[in-house]
């Protein structure tokens, strides 16, 4: 067993608590000990010390809205037009950058094809291939001319199609069992529009029955259900029926606030904020200049998103980072983008915007006793930061301020050996 001390490092524990000068002792792949002070006292059973210089060090985050076959494409259809062994080369690749910018766990918000999370979330736990910590997910399953009903009417094939389309609830109820035979980890629902697929954000295509039906299924195998859901009446329905986990929100009304808030221990809510900016301000170059995205609607959800976010957040309620990346104009490894954009718009401070991204994620991926802080007991997932995120949120955009990075007790990216005993062998 492998054991590893941290010493002379900043500690952001991610309990609450303000950072602190102390040292990590690592043991296998937890961590074992958590001291203020760098006595070196932790060291002496250590097989290797790192001197961390007074860096920042913090618990590896949790991105809760990850599409890993998404391809940085700039339509639907040229990400569902991936040919399926290139999809796949693609999203284990695309795995280890994740885990290289300091996301240690993601959570699956849908795939592009029925198994390519499955696939990818095996491949990392084998270790085959490096990657964060996986929740799978289903493909996203829609209903007739529903967001993700993408195949062109003369074509009678539903391969074709960016999602699984259904329609009633025993349609719903047999495409739900193939997906859990499948092994995901989460049900994905498009339980509303959106505007780059040509379907109002505030339209609201399911059937109350249809949902059910889902959630139904999806609880009888002890799995989750997610929801893409804008419009104020699909978050009523993920209310209504239990649905876990909350993918948006934008134009939520006064009651759908006060029907979150009642059961916000039952959900997690992930808005897909940088979605929005993006969108609205940073795709000119490939034809969604910022008039053509305030002709599709975009510009407005992006201001009233702003003032849901604001309202949820005065409400003390969770807000975690994930902001549906993956498009051309906002490509895979630009993900901690979202946390200056929760403290810029939203107005969060950063010490809730790295406890969302770190507490919060632990709790997202279902571990909160052991994923997400820096205490004894928990799973050894860490960064070493050069710099302060707690001064300025952006220096966990860079990946060079990265120094170290940790998974399972493992540096998949190892700092400079400090330790005299070390540069000797």
Not at 365 to 386: K, S
Request: charged letters at 25%; a negative charge.
């Amino acid at each position: 067993m492998n054991n590893i001390l941290i010493t002379n490092a900043r500690i952001f524990d991610a309990t609450g608590a303000e950072p602190f000068t102390g040292e990590v002792l690592i043991e296998g792949n937890r961590i074992s000990q958590v001291r203020r002070g760098s006595s070196g006292a932790t060291g002496a059973s250590a097989e290797q010390v790192i001197d961390a210089a007074g860096a920042f060090l913090m618990p590896g985050m949790t991105e809760a809205h990850t599409h890993f076959s998404w391809n940085d494409q700039p339509t639907l259809a040229a990400i569902a037009m991936m040919p399926p062994e290139e999809h796949t080369l693609w999203s284990v690749r695309l795995a280890k950058r994740y885990l290289d910018m300091g996301w240690t766990s993601c959570v699956g918000a849908a795939a592009a094809k029925p198994r390519l999370d499955v696939v990818v979330r095996e491949a990392i736990k084998s270790g085959h291939f490096p990657g964060p910590r996986y929740l799978a997910a289903s493909q996203e399953i829609t209903v007739q001319g529903g967001l993700a009903d993408e195949a062109p009417p003369h074509l009678p094939f539903q391969e074709l199609n960016f999602g699984a389309v259904v329609s009633g609830p025993e349609e719903m109820r047999r495409c739900v069992r193939q997906f859990l035979r499948h092994g995901v980890d989460s049900i994905k629902l498009n339980l509303s529009g959106e505007y780059i697929a040509g379907i109002p954000a505030e339209a609201t295509p399911f059937s109350d029955e249809e949902i059910a039906m889902a959630v139904r299924e999806a609880r009888r195998a002890g799995k989750r259900v997610a929801a893409h859901a804008r419009s104020a009446e699909s978050l009523k329905q993920c209310v209504r029926h239990g649905i876990e986990v909350i993918y948006h929100g934008s134009f939520a009304d006064e009651e759908a606030l006060d029907m979150m808030q009642a059961n916000q221990d039952k959900h997690f809510f992930a808005p897909g904020l940088a979605w929005l900016i993006r969108t609205s301000y940073n795709a000119a170059e490939y034809g969604i200049t910022t008039e053509v995205a305030e002709q599709m609607g975009y510009v407005r959800e992006l201001e009233a998103a702003i003032e849901t976010l604001k309202k949820m957040y005065r409400r003390g309620m969770k807000i975690l980072p994930g902001g549906d990346y993956g498009f051309a104009w906002m490509p895979h490894g630009t993900n901690a983008m979202d946390l200056e954009y929760f403290v810029k718009y939203i107005g969060m401070s950063t010490m809730d915007t790295l406890l969302a991204a770190t507490r919060e994620g632990g709790r997202m991926m279902m571990r909160p006793h052991e994923l997400g802080q820096i205490r004894p007991g928990f799973l050894a997932d860490l960064l070493l930061v050069d710099g302060d995120p707690l001064t300025d949120i952006t220096v966990l955009q860079k990946q060079d301020r990265l120094l170290a990075v940790m998974i399972d007790g493992k540096f998949h990216k190892s700092p400079v050996v400090s330790d005299p005993r070390q540069r000797n062998r």
